[in-house]
């Protein structure tokens, strides 16, 4: 598996270790809520604001476990490059415990019911959550609140936890597909919020104190920047109290409404970078639309198809690169990817290239597209059978994908997805390539790789 693949997945993943796509829309069916601001409800989805804290509620009955994800909007635009992995840093340090829970006691309380507490950052948003059974819901909420809203943030506990987080970022630098791609943040995000890692590098982490984290979960802790997914066999009328005297309380915060500014690029190019290693990893960046707009969908489904043909041309053909990948960024500002790593990167990169020019002159086969649906259904049914990875989906479409629904109706919109529209898409976002190279520099042709196919 790529590295730029893991990052892909990491994106999902707020309960280690899942990963999911979003189920089938279920049959309709939520009771409306009081309050002063009518709910939203589909698919037994129920969408409502505590004081301007946005919340959203999917009951899965007869489910015995529990999700819940306080979302953080922003991500690496939340940061710089003198504080990158403040945010990380300071959610891992949360998890730890709180005056009222402190670490062991909670650690303990935590365990004997099974439930767990965890963090995770991405490029757009990052996630404190907890995971628990129905039965262990009403105990382990009180800890998870507690801790979000009154971390205690100790000294021992920030020491530790960012020597942690040095030692996996010094990883990255030590490591070839991970250190390519903070060459790629460096070199293809440079200007934009993706250049700056969410979760820190060493640099960036040994300079942040502990009054730099209070003042940031000050920051970070108003209801206008934080979004509430519970996804579980749980009223939403009977969560409201509860969340009322819990989030509800925070200040309000401003708005946030500025969007992530998307890639572009006006020329191919390359950039390598030297280091003597068994063969040579690239990894070639094109400028795709907003995640929340329209050709979203055909861009997906035209990657899809690109994959399984850059695999057969050169894996299956060639033995050139046993990954070769073309992925796509499922982030607020998309992008796609091309990458393998080759003792001939010269030669896969040009066939990778080549396959990019036949899908602009030829509509691709009315089999091909069916068949690239047809998986993405399966993944999107098998990948999305639990609560955790439910939540992630809807946090993720109403974060950065122009709400919810839209997550709701995605598949419906990729059976819809024709021929002429794979086509468009492949001709208007796929050129201009920005490869990143490392390893054996010398023999790069930068024709071939900054050739428009």
């Given at each position: 598996m790529t590295s730029r693949r893991r990052i892909l997945i990491a994106a999902w993943i707020f309960f280690a270790p899942v990963l999911a796509w979003p189920a089938a829309a279920q049959s309709a069916g939520a009771q409306a809520l009081s309050g002063s601001q009518a709910p939203a409800v589909a698919n037994r989805i129920t969408e409502f604001e505590v004081n301007g804290f946005k919340v959203i509620v999917k009951r899965r009955p007869a489910s015995d476990t529990v999700a819940v994800g306080l979302f953080v909007r922003g991500g690496s635009a939340n940061i710089t490059d003198s504080n990158a992995g403040i945010e990380s840093l300071l959610l891992t340090v949360v998890s730890e415990g709180s005056a009222r829970y402190p670490r062991s006691q909670m650690n303990a309380t935590l365990t004997s019911m099974g439930s767990s507490i965890s963090s995770g950052s991405t490029d757009d948003y990052s996630v404190l959550s907890v995971a628990c059974t129905r039965a262990a819901f009403d105990r382990s909420w009180e800890i998870f609140a507690d801790v979000a809203m009154h971390p205690l943030l100790l000294p021992a506990d920030v020491e530790r936890d960012r020597a942690m987080l040095i030692a996996a970022a010094r990883t990255k630098l030590e490591t070839p597909e991970p250190y390519l791609e903070q060459?790629?943040?460096?070199?293809?995000?440079?200007?934009?919020?993706?250049?700056n890692d969410p979760n820190g590098t060493p640099e960036s982490l040994a300079k942040i104190t502990v009054d730099d984290l209070r003042a940031y979960h000050k920051q970070i802790m108003q209801r206008s920047r934080l979004l509430l997914v519970i996804v579980g066999d749980l009223d939403a009328a009977a969560l409201r109290p509860r969340i009322e005297s819990t989030f509800g309380t925070l200040p309000a915060g401003e708005s946030i409404s500025a969007a992530t500014p998307l890639l572009a690029f006006d020329k191919p190019a390359v950039q390598a970078t030297a280091r003597a290693l068994p063969s040579t990893y690239f990894e070639g960046i094109f400028a795709g639309p907003q995640f929340k707009s329209p050709d979203t969908d055909a861009i997906a489904i035209a990657m899809a198809i690109l994959q399984d043909r850059v695999f057969n041309v050169v894996r299956v053909r060639?033995?050139?690169?046993?990954?070769?990948?073309?992925?796509?960024?499922?982030?607020?500002?998309?992008?796609?990817?091309?990458?393998?790593?080759?003792?001939?990167?010269?030669?896969?990169?040009?066939?990778?290239?080549?396959?990019?020019?036949?899908?602009?002159?030829?509509?691709?086969?009315?089999?091909?597209?069916?068949?690239?649906?047809?998986?993405?259904?399966?993944?999107?049914?098998?990948?999305?059978?639990?609560?955790?990875?439910?939540?992630?989906?809807?946090?993720?479409?109403?974060?950065?994908?122009?709400?919810?629904?839209?997550?709701?109706?995605?598949?419906?919109?990729?059976?819809?997805?024709?021929?002429?529209?794979?086509?468009?898409?492949?001709?208007?976002?796929?050129?201009?390539?920005?490869?990143?190279?490392?390893?054996?520099?010398?023999?790069?042709?930068?024709?071939?790789?900054?050739?428009?196919?």
């Open positions: 060459l790629v943040r460096r070199a293809v995000f440079a200007g934009q919020p993706y250049r060639n033995a050139l690169a046993y990954d070769p990948a073309a992925i796509h960024s499922e982030t607020a500002a998309s992008y796609g990817t091309l990458s393998a790593s080759s003792t001939d990167v010269n030669r896969a990169a040009q066939l990778m290239l080549s396959e990019v020019s036949i899908m602009k002159k030829d509509l691709v086969a009315a089999d091909d597209l069916s068949g690239a649906v047809a998986q993405f259904a399966t993944q999107y049914y098998i990948q999305n059978q639990t609560n955790a990875s439910q939540a992630a989906r809807i946090a993720l479409y109403e974060l950065i994908g122009g709400g919810w629904r839209n997550e709701e109706s995605r598949m419906d919109r990729l059976r819809a997805v024709t021929p002429a529209d794979v086509q468009r898409v492949v001709r208007q976002y796929m050129h201009d390539f920005q490869f990143v190279v490392l390893g054996d520099a010398s023999h790069i042709n930068k024709d071939i790789f900054t050739a428009q196919p």
